[in-house]
């Protein structure tokens, strides 16, 4: 009896420090099954629930069905963030919103991100969708300015000085751009601008940006400076392409009726891992760990460098303040060998619309229009290809040499410096040689750091215009180079 009484009066004691320290009204006694609330891992933190908020911004950057993955990832991301705790009003989704209900789509009104995984579209917000997916729309929902957005719920980024903010962008990039279902592209300048702005407004205590596109480095390379409280992670280094995952002929593959990647390798890896972890016990900077060993691929060429960027020392802050944290893995410590791992083989990014299409034409019935069409499709893509190819080899011959010519283009600035000196320069470039030889479509995005390179090289529009128009005689008529969207800048 006497050892009951004691150990009574220790829980009533215990239970008096705690309420002391947290500011509880000394008359209450928390039950043993509410002490997770006090002693859970980094429960001490001063970023309480009742006083910050957590915002996320969702970009699938691309259209087409053959880009199903990015859309798949931006659907995942959402339910991570719902079963986190995050409310449908904090967070901001765009994707054009063109694969769900696609007469391709195997399985109508559902998305998966990996081969035997759940319905992912189911219940995602549709804020900004089809021709409201734009570089205009998504700066200025981060800036949370109403009064700039056009179409879509309007919904924006209202943050305030405590909150924290998450960016989680997937699609095709290149050398400082990123891709838009529409025109013009995001490029990196703009990007960055916009985040300083962000930053002067005090509308943030924190903001982590994750990545995916093709040479994601060169977003943040040598322009996103420290002490603006942003952490940025991405896919790839400046100059290497990121890669699809659970495409057709990987293992694991997508389900048999499917013809087209489910997702991206970097994507995935940071949500998968978040999927089985309780995000309160792991970092940022053990999920950069983690995701960067699933990516590289055991260093194999089916594999990329993630980087990181900005406020490296934000990153010991828990993935929890950003993303909260799904109880039902509240049991689930992260541990740091405890990491799925990566496929056997994965699809360059640039390549997973050919791998799409090529799947249709095998699949089809001989002589069937499914197959032709297919047949068709992977032509033009192609055909859209060798011209971007050719006429860029070309110009730079006809403005350097030909044995110069190659080697201004393909130039990579040391690591640290951004791709161009003049990004006005990079934007009159691209207009000039789209004018002349036609869209550079998502393909065409990896030749960025060539135009820069004519940028810092001093070549003028004139010069840029001239060559242009002689490099490209004609211009393939499939859809890969029509400017009817208008121009990428």
Not at 45 to 58: E, F, G, H, K, Q
Not at 92 to 106: G, L, R, W
Not at 331 to 340: A, E, G, P
């Amino acid at each position: 009896m006497i050892r009951l009484i004691a150990a009574a009066s220790l829980l009533v004691l215990l239970a008096a420090v705690v309420a002391g320290s947290r500011g509880i009204p000394d008359n209450l006694i928390r039950l043993p099954t509410e002490a997770s609330r006090f002693f859970r891992p980094g429960g001490n933190d001063a970023d309480d629930d009742s006083t910050v908020t957590r915002w996320a911004v969702l970009v699938a950057g691309s259209n087409g069905y053959w880009n199903y993955r990015h859309q798949a990832d931006v659907c995942h991301a959402y339910q991570l963030l719902k079963k986190g705790g995050l409310k449908d009003e904090n967070i901001v989704v765009f994707m054009y919103d063109d694969v769900a209900f696609n007469a391709e789509n195997p399985r109508e009104g559902i998305i998966i991100n990996s081969p035997d995984g759940d319905d992912v579209y189911s219940g995602v917000p549709k804020d900004y969708t089809g021709e409201d997916v734009t570089v205009n729309n998504f700066l200025a929902v981060i800036l949370g300015n109403k009064t700039a957005v056009t179409g879509g719920s309007g919904k924006v980024v209202d943050s305030g000085p405590n909150d924290h903010i998450f960016i989680y962008y997937s699609d095709h990039g290149g050398p400082g751009v990123l891709g838009m279902p529409t025109s013009p592209y995001l490029y990196a300048n703009d990007l960055i601008d916009v985040l300083k702005k962000k930053h002067a407004s005090g509308t943030y205590k924190s903001l982590v940006f994750y990545l995916e596109a093709c040479e994601s480095g060169s977003i943040f390379e040598g322009l996103l400076p420290e002490g603006l409280n942003i952490y940025a992670t991405t896919a790839a280094n400046a100059e290497e392409s990121s890669w699809g995952t659970y495409c057709p002929g990987e293992y694991p593959s997508p389900p048999e009726e499917y013809d087209t990647c489910l997702g991206d390798l970097y994507s995935v890896a940071w949500m998968e891992d978040c999927d089985i972890h309780n995000l309160r016990t792991e970092s940022l900077r053990q999920q950069y760990e983690l995701v960067k060993r699933r990516t590289i691929n055991d260093n194999s060429v089916y594999g990329s460098h993630v980087m990181q960027y900005g406020d490296l020392h934000l990153n010991k802050n828990k993935l929890f303040l950003y993303m909260g944290t799904n109880p039902e893995n509240d049991n689930y410590t992260f541990v740091d060998q405890n990491f799925l791992r990566p496929t056997s083989k994965t699809v360059n990014q640039r390549d997973a619309d050919l791998l799409h299409f090529w799947q249709k034409y095998r699949k089809a019935p001989e002589g069937s229009p499914k197959k032709l069409e297919a047949q068709k499709q992977f032509v033009e893509a192609m055909s859209h290809r060798m011209h971007i190819d050719s006429s860029m080899k070309m110009i730079g011959k006809l403005l350097f040499g030909i044995e110069k010519g190659p080697e201004v283009l393909n130039t990579v600035r040391p690591a640290g410096q951004p791709l161009v000196d003049d990004w006005n320069c990079l934007k009159t470039l691209v207009r000039t040689f789209e004018t002349y030889c036609g869209s550079i479509h998502q393909y065409g995005m990896k030749h960025m750091r060539s135009i820069a390179n004519i940028c810092n090289a001093r070549i003028r529009q004139e010069q840029m215009a001239e060559a242009s128009a002689q490099a490209c005689v004609t211009i393939p008529s499939g859809p890969w180079s029509s400017l009817h969207r208008g121009y990428s800048a």
